[in-house]
């Protein structure tokens, strides 16, 4: 069985720019979550979806960060403006609704100049 | 304040010893999960815990919801156990995982 699969493994970017993540979850599950992870630190929620529905997007810096998973598989992650402070791993994670079981992705890591 | 506090912060592991890492949580959990993130920044389960004890291979933890806390047992560590672990819990805070800061295991060469 395929696990979650992020992609870029890598991004670099000036301060201002733009960029998109893009998860594929595992097949199946109904329940996607985006976590940032800043450099050692724990992974911190940003938003989570069942199906195409956002449950809680209360972390997400509504600004300048954007996410969506119009058919309830996929997700896309977008940053508009990027800021240096956005420097982390995005990582993806997949699970089934109302069980805490959650697959991780290999993770994004951006680099903000 | 953290909810969930991880102790240590960084663990010198020498081959063949037995290790313990433990979260406290501030308010009620229902559910731990444990992790293990390699260098590469990708996180392995290691367990999925409700109250109670499991046990897989040389790793072993517990959750004990009552007194707020989790812990991780690592007997005869080898070098492949190192990486940074992480523990999370269902807090009840919109059904998402909430993380530990982590515990960074490091190999001590003799």
């Known amino acids: 069985e395929a696990g979650v699969t992020q992609s870029p493994r890598y991004a670099v970017l000036q301060e201002g720019q733009a960029v998109s993540f893009w998860c594929d979850p595992i097949?199946?599950?109904?329940?996607l979550y985006w976590y940032q992870q800043p450099r050692d630190q724990g992974p911190q929620l940003l938003v989570y979806?069942?199906?195409?529905?956002?449950?809680?997007n209360s972390q997400l810096p509504s600004d300048r960060f954007s996410a969506v998973r119009p058919k309830g598989t996929n997700s896309t992650l977008k940053i508009q403006s990027a800021k240096q402070g956005d420097t982390a791993t995005y990582l993806c994670?997949?699970?089934?609704?109302?069980?805490?079981?959650?697959?991780f992705g290999p993770g994004t890591r951006l680099l903000v100049l | 304040g953290d909810k969930v506090k991880q102790s240590p912060s960084a663990l010198s592991l020498q081959e063949g010893t037995n290790s313990a890492l433990r979260c406290n949580f501030s308010?009620?959990?229902?559910?731990v999960q444990w992790f293990l993130q390699n260098p590469r920044g990708s996180l392995m389960n290691l367990f999925y815990?409700?109250?109670g004890t499991k046990e897989n291979g040389r790793l072993k933890s517990a959750f004990d919801s009552k007194e707020s806390y989790s812990t991780l047992h690592i007997r005869d560590a080898q070098l492949e156990d190192s990486g940074t672990y992480f523990c999370?819990?269902?807090?009840?805070?919109?059904?998402?995982?909430?993380f530990g800061s982590g515990t960074k295991v490091i190999p001590c060469l003799p």
């Open positions: 308010i009620a959990a229902t559910t």
């Open positions: 097949s199946g599950h109904d329940t």
């Open positions: 815990l409700v109250p």
């Open positions: 979806f069942r199906d195409e529905a956002v449950i809680d």
């Open positions: 994670a997949s699970s089934f609704w109302g069980e805490d079981t959650q697959y």
């Open positions: 999370a819990a269902d807090l009840g805070f919109a059904s998402a995982l909430t």
